[in-house]
């Protein structure tokens, strides 16, 4: 079963692919008074925050700066689902979670940092913005939920976790392309040229 396929998709867009995949007719728009839109959207929201929650090329970003307010704490954003000190396991100074929004260091036992933290970020955003492939990702994990909760249809549902598991391959491949992973481990910020094979019809290289 395969979901029409949009130039923008919107969160609109995707809950009218969850409905026509167990059977349901379109929406023009969200309703959330409605019980079956509104559980719809839950789902669908879920399902986002699940995907992201993973960290991906997109959404994650390493050695972000945060600086101390005046009263020497840092704030952490609403929209960050994971971050960690960058390089932690190299610097062992320092062990921060959060708590009560700000960042606490269980090692000093305070919530007081005196100088910039930096960390690696599991950012939290929003749907239309994420990259196609994710949305179709997250839209198929949603219609299983769907299938499986709201009509409770095992063939169905087993026929929508075959897309879903294709579409995750497709996201895969876009970590993988847009990364550019090393099995070297290049850190970032740093310059390798690897041996390119036409350099031996180079005589002179």
């Not at 929003?126 to 249809?153: C, H, M, W």
């Not at 497709?170 to 910020?189: A, H, K, L, R």
Request: hydrophobic content about 35%.
């Amino acid at each position: 079963m395969a979901f029409p396929t949009t130039e923008t998709e919107t969160v609109l867009s995707s809950v009218n692919s969850i409905l026509a995949a167990i059977g349901q007719s379109p929406i023009t728009t969200l309703d959330y008074t409605n019980p079956e839109i509104s559980f719809i959207k839950e789902l669908l929201d879920e399902a986002d925050t699940d995907v992201q929650n993973e960290g991906w090329v997109f959404n994650r970003e390493n050695g972000y700066p945060f600086i101390p307010n005046s009263n020497n704490e840092i704030v952490v954003p609403n929209n960050i689902l994971r971050m960690d000190i960058y390089q932690n396991d190299i610097n062992r100074t320092s062990d921060v979670v959060v708590r009560s929004g700000k960042l606490y260091d269980k090692i000093k036992h305070s919530y007081e940092f005196t100088g910039k933290i930096s960390a690696d970020i599991i950012w939290k955003f929003p749907y239309e913005d994420l990259p196609s492939a994710f949305k179709r990702y997250i839209t198929y994990r949603a219609a299983v939920r769907a299938a499986t909760q709201q009509i409770g249809n095992p063939q169905l549902a087993a026929m929508l976790a075959q897309q879903e598991a294709y579409m995750r391959a497709v996201c895969i491949e876009y970590e993988c392309n847009q990364g550019d992973y090393s099995m070297f481990g290049t850190p970032p910020n740093t310059n390798y040229q690897p041996y390119q094979p036409y350099q031996t019809l180079n005589r002179l290289a």
